[in-house]
């Protein structure tokens, strides 16, 4: 019926005005349900119907700019199935954009909280999401230099919520990246945007569906999509964040009863069964649009011919993008710094004026400058100064210098614990970080470290650290791989190193490490070593890391080279059999003879499709003239890295090998089954004793081992629980993992 009534409104226009009526459309907010809006616009498109106004809201603001700043709806469609929207709606940046010497430490904690002027300094929200800004900087890089949203292919408004009131806030000038940000700032979900003077929150707590908006634009005919749900029912308000949104929009759903009147043709979607954060179902929301579009285009067309045949056709040009894929930078302003200079700003990014960029090259030098940890949040704005030059403005938000974080890690071999950290920029020196760090549990570690940048940030480095563990080891028997004993191990480094890195993903140095061991047997075993070793290293290592992620990684490769010689040792050692010595004291001599040692580790992740990984890893050691030497043995055993000399190795448990030679080989495909999970399976095989053959330790020359593990990541960390076979042990075992170890 609404339909007929649109119709007969046009007719009726024709007998008053020779004008065409104006065609509106508003888009509403709704976080990941928002992408469905696309499916209106490709049947809008498909059908040839002009728009003259675009409103949005939210996530319909990011959908409705880049449909009014000149992206056709196809074009839309591919933007949304190739993001990544877990990059982008997080915190974190990609693991390739760090410094080498800070990608150990990135993502590695629970809780970050910032501390600042002697207290702990509480964020307006969780989420500043970078990778967020420099998206949408990229995508409306074209448009970027208007301020003024009607100057736009088609005229764009978006509203956001000003928190000094509570009152809506119509957005149509200033820095439009600025404004879809503010639109979308959900309280307690992503922080607060100050934009043309006001400190601005999402606008779907004040007018979700701004559909009175296009109208005021000048809109004669309004088509709104609406992807609210409502508030939740009682019973589903389960935990803080619901309760928090539940409060935050109950103006919208009181609003939303007068917009709704105001549309001439309303498009209610139905999505009960996604939230607003159903980002990982991206596809199916976008095909659920797209067969509303295709329900609907009937109705566009009728309109579009109606229009046509009243009022000849409409001008609306195949490509309404402006032709703006590159900018002359003439000048350069940097604001908001305190604590950096914007000499050392520039220099990371390695920006020059006189120069042409694109809206990549600029993306890729703010990541490099985000990379040093330094900054939160690195915003820029295009201001024209003189014919086709431009003063680029960069706005920035400084992380504060020191962070206290902390995080839970369990594993069978170290118990569980929990783990502390502070970290401080320039406490002692400018251009660098200091950090501190304990696990407290069933095993006790602690670990102290200076980086300090020399010269230009991102070349040259020192850095020193000493770091203390205690363990409790289980050892097995050497044929069988059943447990037959308990040692108590120490362990203490002290190690300085010079590092250069070239580039982002490469870093090679030379250092010095000073090890400490003990061993305590407390559950005797057939062979014990007992006592302690100390000994020097000097060292040269090349480390490459070009991994996307830190967690569940899809592409790149990390590679870890390392040639040292370990010089001579001082060895308090006692070999018993059986608790005592052996009959032979010959046989029970340890060496203390200086010696070469080459560790190799690479790791390569290869992405199949959105939801398979491949993925490889090789390891590979070597102690030469290592036959009567000791305490410096490759262990093998365990699927997480978690401590010296460890290589991991699918089938067995930590501990289950020692040898002073090794080499192994894995493979394996991960899958993700829902957003969060993932099951993976792999399967590796280890030769041993390769080049040395210890006289202490007899174990076999091969192994080979299977594994499969189903990993979800929530708030405490990666949750791993596997499931282990040896084919030489013949034993079917388990391996759980929690959080990221020390």
Known sequence: MRFFQVIFLLFLSLQLSAQRPKVGVTLSGGGAKGLAHIGILKAIDSAGLKVDYVTGTSMGSVIGGLYAVGYSADSIEKLA?????????????????????????????DIELPWVNNKFKISTGFL?????????????FPVTPTKDFSQFSIPFRCIATDVGNGQAVVLKDGELISAIRSSMAIPSVFTAIDHNGKRLVDGGISRNFPVRDVKEMGADIVIGSTVASGLLPPDKVRNIIQLLLQIAFFREAEDNKKEVPLCDIYIPFKLDNYTMASFGDADKILEAGMEEGRKLY?????????????????????????????????EVEVKGLENTSSNFFINTMN?????????RELADMIRQAYGTRYYSRIYYSLIPVGENNYRIVFDIEENPLTYLKAAIHYNRFSGIGVIANITSRNLLFS??????????????????????YLGRLKDYGFTVKTQFDRFDVITYEQIKNRQSGLYKQNIFEVSERLHYSPKRDLTFGIGHKFEW??????????????GSNAFSSFFTYLHHNSLDRGIFPRRGLKIELELARVSHQRANLDVLVNGVPPSDPDSASISEQAYYRFFAQAEGYLRLSRRITAFAQAQAGANFNY???????????????????????????????????????QAGIRAQLFPGAYLAGRA?????????????????????????????????????????FCDQTQRVQTYINLGIPF
């Open 81 to 109: 199935r190739s993001v990544d929207w877990d990059l982008l709606l997080s915190n974190q940046a990609s693991l390739r954009s760090l410094f080498m010497e800070e990608k150990d430490e990135y993502s590695k904690y």
């Open 128 to 140: 500043e999401a970078q990778e967020l800004w420099l998206k949408l900087a990229e995508f409306y």
């Open 298 to 330: 009937p109705r566009f067309k009728a309109l579009a011919d109606s229009l046509n045949a009243i009022y000849g056709e409409a001008e609306w040009p195949v490509n309404r993008m402006p032709d703006l894929k590159t900018v002359y930078v003439k």
């Open 351 to 359: 920006f020059h004026v006189n120069k042409r960029y694109t809206a």
């Open 431 to 452: 251009n660098s970080r200091s950090l501190a760090s304990i696990n407290l549990g069933e095993s006790f570690r602690i670990r102290g470290e200076h980086l300090q």
């Open 517 to 530: 061991v003990t061993y305590h047997p407390r559950i005797a075993s057939g062979i014990e070593v007992r």
């Open 627 to 665: 036959q009567r030497n000791a305490m410096n043995e490759f262990v093998v055993g365990g699927l997480t890295r978690m401590f010296r000399n460890q290589i991991t190795f699918a089938g067995m448990q930590e501990g289950a090998v020692y040898t002073p030679a090794l080499a192994t080989l």
């Open 684 to 724: 590796n095989v280890l030769v041993n004793n390769i080049i040395s053959r210890s006289d202490f330790f007899k174990y076999q020359d091969f192994y080979s081992g299977y594994a499969l593990t189903f990993s979800y990541n929530f708030a405490l960390g990666p949750l791993d629980l596997s499931v282990m």
